[in-house]
Structure formats: C-alpha cells, structure tokens
C-alpha cells in the first residue's frame, strides 16, 4: 500500500483532482514484467475502488 497526496488544480476554469503518490516496484523487475494496481480512496461519503474497468492499472517496463 502507498498514500496519494491531493493536489487540486484548475485546467481552463476547471476545477480537478490530482492525486501523486510513488509506486515502488520489485528490485527484480526487469524488461517485460509489469506491476498491476487499483485505486482505493476513503471519503466521509464511503469507500470507493478504481480498477480502470475491471482491468486493472498496469505499470510495464519496456526496454527498447
């Protein structure tokens, strides 16, 4: 697990989240492996997941 850091900001008059957090990944990884992840935020009004639609966040290190 890692902690997001919020940083609103606004894009053409409108306001947006951003959320900036580091993802560590395996000291191992190497070209062709990939780390998969979801979102989870906490909020007063509940506890909400994204996991891009059922697929997952993928970080992929390709070499090239």
Do not use: C
């Not at 191992?28 to 492996?33: A, D």
């Not at 992840?37 to 390709?62: C, I």
């Amino acid at each position: 697990d890692t902690k997001a850091v919020l940083e609103s900001r606004k894009v053409h008059q409108e306001l947006w989240s951003q959320f900036v957090f580091t993802l560590y990944i395996p000291p191992y990884m190497n070209p062709g492996f990939s780390v998969q992840f979801a979102v989870y935020h906490l909020t007063d009004q509940g506890d909400f997941w994204d996991n891009n639609v059922g697929q997952n966040y993928t970080l992929r290190w390709d070499y090239t």
